[in-house]
């Protein structure tokens, strides 16, 4: 008897029951293709699922970082607070899911192990760890932040306390009531859920390697009156904000410091710092492109944490010397007060690295006793989805070693010599540096259209031309250029993953972005090849 598992056949293999995987599926069946979603978690959510750390929380304000592709969930959905929490945020994910019924279309607690495009029948061949499907297309929206990134201390396997990691968090509660905790990262995750754990832990031990800058959120419950006047106009909202760089509402000052009265711009920052999150970046169009301007924002910041901070080699310990927004701005309830706590202690990794860990202590600057030990570390960001799946494409290409000095893409969205194939928010897009969610409808609208323009012009088989990815990757990084976004070390750049490529991945503008993206579809899909003989 034969124990090969059956091949599942459809028309398209979508990776990832995140955000991006729910609305493709969506999409496709809307189109009378037949798709699956193969999912490695046992529910739907991606990163809402698994970064479940004590005050998780969106940071872009939930009116905007929410689907707006049907108008009676738009106007429907209320969120309770301007900045949704993780488990508010994994409800309406699985609202969604209920709502479309896209259940019946996932394949849960099965991870995709190969992905192999078969030359012959042109359809991919796809191996999980439970089955084996063959398909037309396949789509993976495997989101930019979700492979973990765990580093190799010496002795971490030795640790017999609680070990936690933020972005594969259990779904049980964590009590740390009585604890002695260590926190090993100052990211966004760290910098959210430290002020949380300083309240509940006996001592928190905070190991930094690098300070970050953090804005405060200025949270609250949702404003009726704001909710009522932007769901009246929700699509014009929606489609004002995708005029901006980063498409996101609250970033839309065109005025410059440069150009701008110092006082005048020290009053304006102050307003942003009590009111915009993340938009403080964009509070002054030459915050994101010019040295001088830029460090203005930066020493407002730096001024601020030594204000808030008590202990003045704590405050400095905390203050970031390189460009704000160089790496991932945070925003935060509360971070830097909380080390004006007495149960809280900064520990600078830059002089005093961690050497070892033990069974129930962590050795840096000394011995620290603790029974918790958590890992802030983030991702291998943009390209570790994608690269810890063997994906084969044309003669024999394995998508690993193409990318192995810096992924290339076309738009994001195709990769040369992988022919049928789609990356929703791949790099070369502005994903990251956009506001997630309408970058992810529009490219899984584009894809849905390309797909249904095939179909209607009789194509079987779509990929990039080598060319125009090379060239997409120029331009991409010319932008980058005239941006302080690239001397920084960062996860944008892939600087934060030991032995990564270094090379910038997002691309900068959702504006210009957009307009390429419709100038390529206008030109019968430019750039792309459609059926190529060899
Ligand atoms: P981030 O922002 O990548 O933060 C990870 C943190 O962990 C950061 O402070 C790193 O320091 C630190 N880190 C990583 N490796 C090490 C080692 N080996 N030793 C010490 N410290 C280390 O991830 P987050 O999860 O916080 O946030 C990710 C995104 O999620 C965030 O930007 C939002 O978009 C949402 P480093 O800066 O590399 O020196």
Redesign the pocket.
């Known amino acids: 008897m034969s124990h090969e598992k059956q091949t599942q056949e459809f028309d398209v293999v979508i990776v990832g029951a995140g955000l991006a995987g729910l609305y493709q599926l969506l999409k496709l069946r809307q189109l009378g293709l037949t798709a699956v979603i193969i999912e490695k978690a046992d529910q739907v959510g991606g990163t809402w699922h698994w970064n479940r750390y004590p005050g998780a929380r969106c940071?872009i304000p939930s009116l905007e970082y929410s689907y707006q592709f049907d108008e009676s969930l738009q106007q429907e959905w209320n969120w309770s607070e301007k900045y949704s929490a993780q488990p508010e945020i994994l409800e309406y994910i699985n609202h969604v899911a209920d709502r479309f019924e896209l259940r019946d279309g996932i394949k849960f607690n099965e991870e995709v192990i190969k992905a192999e495009f078969d030359e012959v029948n042109s359809s991919w061949k796809i191996k999980t760890s439970a089955s084996n499907y063959e398909s037309r297309f396949v789509i993976f929206a495997t989101g930019c932040?979700s492979v973990p990134?765990k580093?190799d201390?010496e002795g971490l396997e030795n640790f017999e306390g609680q070990l936690l990691q933020?972005?594969t968090w259990p779904q049980e509660e964590q009590s740390f009531s009585g604890k002695r905790v260590a926190i090993?990262?100052?990211?966004?995750?760290?910098?959210q859920s430290i002020p949380l754990i300083a309240e509940q832990a006996d001592q928190l031990y905070v190991?930094?390697?690098?300070p970050?800058y953090s804005i405060p959120s200025n949270n609250g419950p949702m404003d009726k009156e704001r909710e009522k006047e932007v769901k009246e106009r929700y699509s014009e909202f929606r489609k004002d904000n995708w005029q901006n760089g980063f498409g996101i509402a609250a970033i839309s000052d065109e005025s410059l410091i440069s150009e701008t009265d110092i006082n005048e711009v020290h009053q304006q920052l102050e307003e942003n710092w009590e009111s915009a999150g993340l938009g403080f970046f964009g509070g002054y169009a030459d915050i994101p492109l010019d040295a001088n301007s830029n460090d203005v924002a930066a020493n407002f910041v730096r001024n601020k944490i030594s204000e808030i901070v008590d202990d003045p080699d704590t405050a400095k310990i905390l203050t970031p010397d390189y460009h704000i927004g160089g790496?991932?701005l945070?925003v935060d309830t509360g971070y830097f007060e909380t080390f004006n706590r007495e149960n809280v202690h900064l520990i600078n990794?830059k002089e005093n690295p961690?050497t070892q860990i033990s069974s129930l202590s962590l050795d840096a600057d000394k011995t620290y006793e603790i029974d918790t030990l958590i890992l802030?570390?983030?991702?291998d960001?943009m390209t570790g989805a994608l690269t810890g799946i063997d994906i084969i494409g044309r003669d024999g290409a394995k998508l690993k070693d193409q990318w192995e000095n810096g992924a290339k893409s076309y738009l994001g969205l195709g990769i040369a010599n992988f022919p049928n194939l789609f990356t929703v928010t791949g790099p070369g897009s502005p994903s990251?540096l956009s506001n997630m969610l309408p970058s992810i409808e529009q490219h899984v609208n584009w894809i849905t259209d390309c797909i249904e323009w095939m179909n209607a012009n009789d194509k079987k088989v779509i990929e990039s031309s080598k060319t125009a990815e090379d060239n997409w990757m120029v331009l991409v990084n010319e932008i980058a250029d005239m941006t302080i976004f690239t001397d920084t070390?960062s996860?944008y750049n892939g600087?934060?993953i030991e032995d990564k490529a270094k090379a910038f991945l997002p691309f900068i503008g959702v504006p210009v972005y957009t307009e390429m993206l419709e100038q390529v579809v206008a030109e019968d899909y430019k750039g792309f090849i459609f059926d190529r003989v060899n």
């Open positions: 940071d932040l990134n580093p201390f933020t972005s090993i990262g100052t990211g966004s995750s760290a910098i190991f930094q390697r690098t970050n790496k991932r945070c990794l961690i802030a570390t983030g991702f960001a990251v070390k996860w600087s934060n």
